[in-house]
């Protein structure tokens, strides 16, 4: 493969066929650093025909379950063999530190991992019970067909394996379209797919935009699933794109993530400790732009001064810089409009009363040429601030405080979202009733962030539609079929005649 031939169609790397290409840029000194094919309907046409040819008349689908699943195990390993340079390519392309690269191809491989064991220990169909002897009756899964797979920027390698892993153990063809700002690894994965031996049309990529290569994929009569995570407008453009086909449809969109805390979970030292520094995390990892980054700090207003003066004191000394570089902890935001969206919403929220306790603003100084910006924390905040309802996707932390558990409660649930949130306490009786109340697709206690491929991930309301990860994750990419089986057929004499 040729660095602009990024387009894999039935088995073959080539250039898109406008000859089109399209720059990436290393966000931490705004240089270009690759080119990739700049894909459009023509080459997302191709790809679906390939997929489809593939499905429709390829081994893949009918191939024993042990073999797909030795296959995932494969790219497991194959993962695991190029992680140093795949956590590089993911650190470089996605701005984030070389550290969390590692973790990302780790967590991949997890993931296929997951989905092989997972269909290696089914049962195959249920049998039903119809009441008869002679009625034979079972209900069995079977792989839903192509699937569109598209993928954002923040996790771009993660995403996709929440796919593709599903999506291939269950049977399907694919063609995915990542973010065209960091598609370099996803084009890594298919690479080793490839090498794994997957069949030529069972895998396909074609790197471009949102408009045209997502919006033909969600539209395309030919697709027989479109599994999308990305934002909320493109979200909904998606689903209204797949209606016509009536195609399934999955969402994995933003969040707007509480993280409550009572006063009881800071009633020691390490206690106290522990919140602060789990609040950091959860707000400015991979400088806040994760799906379920705990934007919100809702407290409970006898804590707020102690609790947001450390917070802030340890915000300012959070050291950003490439991510690639030793002690880094925070790198740059992803592109100049994430950069420019991020400053904007800050001054929106000064504007209407926002209170700054760090941050700010972009870190001044050389070797900040990139889309650099400080973690802030803005106090005195509420939900009537765009910034508090609004999904940043920066390192913006908002506080908002409580003064009953009630209370607490309400504000956690008064979002359009439903991503995830944590509840922070030493009460156990608070603690599980508080997570029975919160509307959230994933609810931690005590903790941030933390997810496991065995359980499932996904939103409340405008979070999105359906699940990844966990059996629920593997459902989505299958039909059940009923199969009812007469062993003694006779006329039914419905009608007379
Ligand atoms: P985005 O919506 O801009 O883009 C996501 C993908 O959709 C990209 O590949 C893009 O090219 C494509 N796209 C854009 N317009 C399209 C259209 N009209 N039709 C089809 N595809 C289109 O999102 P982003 O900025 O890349 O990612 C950030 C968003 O992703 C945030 O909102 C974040 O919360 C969300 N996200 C959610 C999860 C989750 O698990 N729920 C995980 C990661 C990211």
């Not at 894909?39 to 008349?57: H, K, L, N, S, V």
């Not at 931690?444 to 359906?466: C, M, R, T, V």
Request: a negative charge; charged letters at 25%; proline letters at 5%.
């Amino acid at each position: 493969m040729s660095a602009q031939q990024t387009i894999h169609v039935g088995g073959e790397w080539r250039a898109a066929a406008s000859g089109a290409t399209r720059e990436i840029l290393d966000p931490a000194d705004a240089t270009v650093f690759a080119v990739v094919a700049e894909g459009g309907t023509e080459d997302t046409d191709a790809a679906i025909a390939a997929a489809r040819t593939a499905f429709d008349q390829g081994e893949w689908p009918r191939t024993p379950v042990a073999e797909r699943a030795a296959l995932l195990r494969r790219v497991a390993e194959l993962l695991q063999r190029d992680r140093e340079e795949i956590g590089l390519l993911e650190s470089r392309d996605a701005g984030k530190t070389l550290e969390e690269g590692r973790v990302d191809v780790d967590c991949v491989s997890d993931a296929f991992r997951y989905f092989a064991d997972l269909v290696m220990n089914e049962s195959g169909g249920r049998v039903v019970d119809a009441g008869s002897e002679e009625i034979h009756s079972v209900v069995v899964h079977e792989p839903v067909g192509v699937c569109a797979l598209i993928t954002p920027w923040n996790y771009p390698l993660l995403q996709a394996s929440w796919k593709i892993a599903p999506a291939l153990a269950a049977g399907n063809t694919f063609v995915i379209k990542p973010s065209e700002i960091t598609p370099l690894t996803t084009v890594a994965l298919i690479e080793l797919l490839v090498e794994a031996g997957l069949p030529a049309g069972v895998a396909n990529i074609v790197t471009g935009a949102g408009d045209p290569v997502g919006a033909r994929l969600a539209e395309h009569p030919d697709v027989d699933l479109v599994s999308f995570t990305g934002g909320l407008s493109s979200g909904t453009k998606v689903m209204r794109a797949a209606a016509d086909s009536v195609k399934k449809v999955a969402l994995e969109l933003g969040g707007k993530n509480p993280n409550l805390v009572f006063a009881d979970a800071c009633g020691t030292e390490e206690g106290f400790d522990t919140a602060v520094d789990q609040a950091l995390n959860a707000a400015f990892i991979h400088s806040g732009q994760v799906c379920s980054a705990g934007s919100r700090l809702i407290i409970e207003e006898s804590l707020r001064e102690r609790f947001v003066g450390e917070l802030a004191r340890r915000a300012e000394k959070i050291r950003l810089g490439r991510g690639t570089e030793t002690g880094v902890e925070c790198g740059p935001l992803v592109s100049r409009q994430q950069l420019a969206k991020t400053e904007d919403y800050v001054a929106s929220a000064l504007a209407e009363g926002a209170v700054l306790r760090a941050g700010g603003a972009r870190p001044e100084g050389e070797g900040y040429e990139g889309y650099f910006y400080r973690p802030t924390v803005l106090d005195q905040c509420h939900r009537d601030m765009r910034v508090v309802r609004e999904e940043v996707f920066g390192p913006v932390l908002t506080v908002e405080t409580f003064r009953t558990e009630e209370e607490g409660v309400a504000l956690a649930n008064d979002t359009e979202y439903g991503l995830a949130g944590a509840v922070w306490t030493a009460d156990p009786g608070r603690a599980r009733r508080v997570a029975g109340r919160l509307r959230h697709g994933t609810v931690w206690i005590n903790d941030f962030h933390p997810y496991l491929p065995q359980a499932e991930w996904g939103g409340f309301g405008k979070s999105g539609i359906g699940r990844e990860l966990g059996p629920a994750g593997l459902a989505e990419y299958r039909e059940a079929k009923h199969i009812y089986q007469n062993l003694a057929p006779r006329p039914v004499r419905w009608f007379a005649g």
